[in-house]
């Protein structure tokens, strides 16, 4: 995940905690889901990205893996 994804993921993270609870304390209930929905979308996002960058780790690690499986057949 790059730095500006998790400046992102946190900045609308933290809005939507902002909106929850201006939403709580004015008694406007859409405000205060609409906090709760992108608090859920940050972490979705966090959780995606995540996803993603240990998929990238794993295909590095099987070409590794591969690369030294080929530099030892290639020592006979």
Excluded: C
């Excluded at 998790?6 to 939403?23: F, P, S």
């Excluded at 709580?24 to 972490?43: F, P």
């Amino acid at each position: 995940m790059g730095i500006d994804d998790k400046v992102n993921n946190t900045v609308i993270n933290h809005l939507g905690a902002a909106k929850e609870g201006a939403g709580k304390v004015t008694g406007n209930d859409r405000l205060e889901r609409e906090g709760q929905r992108d608090q859920a979308q940050a972490k979705l996002q966090e959780a995606a990205e995540s996803v993603k960058d240990a998929a990238a780790g794993v295909g590095e690690n099987v070409k590794d893996a591969a690369r030294k499986l080929k530099d030892g057949f290639r020592k006979d």
